[in-house]
Structures are given as C-alpha cells and as structure tokens.
C-alpha cells in the first residue's frame, strides 16, 4: 500500500477576470488546480484598478466561456453583484447574494458549486455573514482574505484563512514553498495561496510566479489539488 499524501497544495482566485485564461495556462502547464471564485451577474463587464496611477484593466469573462475557461478546475461563488457583505442588514439579501450565485454557477458549470470566498477588500465577512450562510446556502466552505501564515487545517470552515495572499505577500509566498517543500508531517498540511490573476499585471509578476509554480511542481508527497479537494476530502 503506498504511503498516504499528506500536503496539499491549492491555489484561489476571485473576480472571474480575463487574466485567469492565462492564469488557468500556467496552473495546466505545471500539472496544478485552482478554485476560481465568479460573480454570475458581472459577466461581460469590465473595470479598471487605479493603483498608484498606474491603470489595471480587469475585464470580466462572458457566461458562455466560463464552462471552457475553467475546464479541469473548481468553479466557486462569489455573490452576484461583490458587496460587502456586514454592511448588508437584511438577512434574506445576504442569502440571496449568495446563494442565487451558487445556483446560477451551478447550473452554467454542470455540477454543483459548494465552494465561497467573501468579496471586497478590508472587513469582509463577520461572525453574523459566516453563520447566515452556513444556515442558509449550500456553500461547504467559505475563504476569507486573511492569511493564517501556516499550513495548518482549520475547524471553522466558513471562516477559512489562506496561507498567504501573494500579491501583498510574493516573497513570504516564496518562503512558505520552501518551507512546504521540506516539511515532513505526520498529519494533514494545506497550503493556501490566493489572490487576484490582474494583480500579475501591476509588476508584470506572471514570470515570477511561474517560477513559483515550478518550484513547486512535480513532487511526490504533495496533493495538488482544488479548494473542495482540499478542504472536504
């Protein structure tokens, strides 16, 4: 019987932007999974990120390429329309938000989408959101965006921590690989990385994080695998 794998390695990004294409390239070139977190009202639409003056195009994929796109990978929820969600008081808004993502997401993917990652930046979830949507949805598991700095398995699924966010945090990103990579453990290990696919745009960091992927690529004792894999197994 050969010995039970013990890592696991996922990847999460929000927004359904037109940078996952390439994106979703890398993950397949190096034999990787992602779960990418879609609105289903905001197909099509197109915004820009102002950052430091330097302007960030992020084009919104269409309905009819999601299913393609995504091919091989997780698709997850996102809400509909990305509010923040603890400024929404109405209980039923907060569900419909959600729920009637997963639905649509559901329906255009051909299987069911369990998976959330709170939208919007700064204060995005709370105690309240978490427990509405774990009562109310059928979403399994819910990501939040503050990393945990660790590779340790959590018990409060809809109050998930990613390991790190590597547009903020690429040379940590970086170290924790190399700290993966050397772990030997005797119980479950996930590596979370999550982020945005336009952010490689504002340092031009595709390369850079290809060279992560490759790092991290091809090794025996690690599961590469999607957010549910993961977290569900």
């Known amino acids: 019987m050969s010995e039970q794998k013990l890592k696991y390695l996922t990847f999460s990004y929000d927004d ?24 289903s009202q905001r197909f099509g639409t197109y915004s ?17 390429d999601v299913k393609h ?10 809400t509909l329309t990305h509010p923040l969600l603890p400024l929404i008081e109405d209980e039923k808004e907060i569900i419909r938000e959600v729920e009637q993502d997963r ?19 700064g ?7 978490a427990r509405i949507i774990q009562k109310n949805t059928g979403v399994k598991y819910a990501r939040t965006t503050i990393s945990s700095d660790d590779f340790n398995p959590q018990e409060n699924l809809f109050q998930f921590r990613p390991s790190v966010y590597h547009h903020r945090d690429m040379d940590r990103m970086f170290e924790m690989g190399k700290e993966f990579l050397e772990l030997k453990t005797d119980k479950p290990q996930i590596f979370y ?3 945005h696919a336009y952010e490689f745009d504002l340092r031009d960091d595709w390369k850079r994080f290809e060279e992560f992927l490759e790092m ?10 999607t957010n549910k894999e993961a977290l569900l197994r």
């Open 216 to 225: 991290m690529s091809g090794r025996d004792d690690i599961v590469y695998c």
């Open 69 to 78: 796109i995504y091919e091989g990978h997780e698709i997850a929820a996102h």
């Open 193 to 195: 990385v999550w982020g």
């Open 16 to 39: 359904g932007v037109t940078q996952d294409i390439r994106l979703v390239e890398l993950f397949n070139k190096y034999n990787m999974k992602a779960t990418f977190n879609l609105n």
């Open 123 to 129: 204060v995005n979830f709370d105690d309240r959101v």
């Open 48 to 64: 820009e990120w102002n950052i430091d003056g330097k302007i960030i195009p992020r084009p919104k994929v269409n309905e009819a």
């Open 103 to 121: 639905l649509a997401l559901s329906d255009i993917c051909g299987y069911e989408v369990v998976g959330f990652a709170y939208p919007g930046g």
